[in-house]
């Protein structure tokens, strides 16, 4: 038995539907499901039609992109500061902060350290003689 037919208003509707909770950020699977869409006829959509899969993609990547415009406004605007010799806020600092130790480009060198879980025994040895050494001092 054929798939019945897609007409492009029926893919116009489909999209429209899944616009805000995509660009909201929920998944394919949230979208259709708050909207009543059967996610095969999407996913077969997305398969078939390159138009409809790259407003999909653009639906999600929507909240990635805006956050990424925002955080550029931010760092330029803290930029435009130091140019001009203007005292960064405490906000202005908080935001460096939060954004080195967050960042994937950053992360490396400015973010929290990790703790490494492998076991050594040397380490070990070492920590069972000071417990020893300090009962034995007591």
Known sequence: MARPQITDQNKKVIVQKLEPYLKAGLSMRKACFQTDVARSTVYYLM???NSFLD???R????LSVLISTSISKQLFSIIK???????LSKLDLKFLFWLATNSNQTIEEFGRKQKFTS???ELE???ISQIIDSESND
Request: aromatic share 14%; net charge positive.
């Open 81 to 87: 500061k130091q140019n001009s010799n203007i005292k």
């Open 47 to 49: 398969e078939n039609d």
């Open 55 to 57: 407003q999909i993609r």
């Open 119 to 121: 076991y050594d025994p």
């Open 59 to 62: 639906f999600q990547q929507y």
């Open 125 to 127: 040895i070492s920590r």
